[in-house]
């Protein structure tokens, strides 16, 4: 079903002039629908750039200006915040509430056989990731699909993921952390789980999820997983094979703690 809808959309996209390092904003909460939305715009070619919309309106305005995304993704509640901020010719796009008119125009265009092109080559464009804008404007960095899936070979070829694993989307998809939590699970036949909006913060719901879904592999920031791990419910949390950290330094007492939790 994901398939199938990433490619409808995919179709739908190409149809607005979407292809090859065309880049298409995404503002949404963290759902299905966002994992759609990443999947048909790099299926029709083009590279997702992460619209967060907890940023500051100027911020956000920035960045939907400076990367020129003719198309935006949206969920229907946070139009109004959007619209507000991107050109008068700028596409915004609900696929939570859109969507039987993108099946439609899908239908007409599979009627009239125009297929999905493939043109896409390993330096093509896959995301536009802005940084954090601490030293000045945000900028907007460019990341092609043959670093990307160089990056998802090597953490398969180390990490190995198998169809019994499960993997928790749960970092923000403006740091490049969410990029192997979204594509490493699905690439290998593994599990995605996507964490509810805001969940990444609770680790009360961290502990319940992992449970729940039997996550085994997950990505902590080193001062979050020190919270997790003080929490009550932590040890329960049996599933876990993989701990991933990053983005800190990872002090060699936490990880001993963490195996011994764990």
Same mark, same amino acid.
């Given at each position: 079903?994901?398939?199938? %809808?990433?490619?409808?959309?995919?179709?739908?996209?190409?149809?607005?002039?979407?292809?090859?390092?065309?880049?298409?904003?995404?503002?949404?909460?963290?759902?299905?629908?966002?994992?759609?939305?990443?999947?048909?715009? #790099?299926?029709?070619?083009?590279?997702?750039?992460?619209?967060?919309?907890?940023?500051?309106?100027? !911020?956000?305005?920035?960045?939907?200006?400076?990367?020129?995304?003719?198309?935006?993704?949206?969920?229907? %509640?946070?139009?109004?915040?959007?619209?507000?901020?991107?050109?008068?010719?700028?596409?915004?796009?609900?696929?939570?509430?859109?969507?039987?008119?993108?099946?439609?125009?899908?239908?007409?265009?599979?009627?009239?056989?125009?297929?999905?092109?493939? %043109?896409?080559?390993?330096?093509?464009?896959?995301?536009?990731?802005?940084?954090?804008?601490?030293?000045?404007?945000?900028?907007?960095?460019?990341?092609?699909?043959?670093?990307?899936?160089?990056?998802? #070979?090597?953490?398969?070829?180390?990490?190995?993921?198998?169809?019994?694993?499960?993997?928790?989307?749960?970092?923000?998809?403006?740091?490049?952390?969410?990029?192997?939590?979204?594509?490493?699970?699905?690439?290998?036949?593994?599990?995605?789980?996507?964490?509810?909006?805001?969940?990444? %913060?609770?680790?009360?719901?961290?502990?319940?999820?992992? !449970?729940?879904?039997?996550?085994?592999?997950?990505?902590?920031?080193?001062?979050?997983?020190?919270?997790?791990?003080?929490?009550?419910?932590?040890?329960?949390?049996?599933?876990?094979?993989?701990?991933?950290?990053?983005?800190?330094?990872?002090?060699?007492?936490?990880?001993? !703690?963490?195996?011994?939790?764990?």
């Amino acid at each position: 079903e994901l398939y199938e %809808k990433s490619r409808d959309l995919a179709l739908y996209l190409q149809s607005m002039g979407v292809k090859p390092d065309s880049l298409v904003g995404v503002c949404m909460e963290r759902s299905p629908e966002m994992v759609a939305a990443l999947y048909g715009i #790099l299926q029709a070619g083009g590279a997702y750039v992460p619209l967060d919309h907890d940023y500051p309106d100027d !911020r956000l305005d920035h960045m939907v200006r400076d990367s020129g995304a003719a198309v935006v993704l949206i969920q229907e %509640k946070l139009r109004g915040k959007l619209a507000a901020l991107v050109a008068a010719d700028t596409r915004l796009i609900a696929l939570d509430t859109q969507w039987p008119e993108i099946r439609v125009r899908v239908d007409e265009l599979k009627a009239a056989n125009v297929a999905l092109e493939q %043109k896409v080559t390993p330096r093509h464009l896959a995301y536009v990731i802005y940084t954090s804008g601490s030293t000045g404007r945000p900028k907007g960095v460019m990341n092609e699909h043959r670093g990307v899936v160089n990056r998802l #070979l090597w953490m398969q070829d180390a990490y190995g993921l198998g169809e019994d694993d499960a993997v928790l989307q749960k970092t923000p998809f403006s740091f490049d952390v969410s990029v192997w939590e979204f594509f490493w699970p699905l690439f290998n036949g593994a599990t995605l789980v996507m964490a509810q909006p805001e969940g990444h %913060k609770d680790p009360a719901y961290l502990a319940g999820v992992i !449970r729940q879904h039997h996550i085994t592999t997950l990505h902590f920031v080193p001062s979050m997983l020190q919270v997790f791990l003080e929490h009550a419910e932590a040890s329960q949390c049996v599933s876990l094979r993989r701990v991933v950290c990053s983005g800190e330094a990872l002090p060699s007492a936490l990880a001993r !703690r963490c195996a011994e939790l764990l």
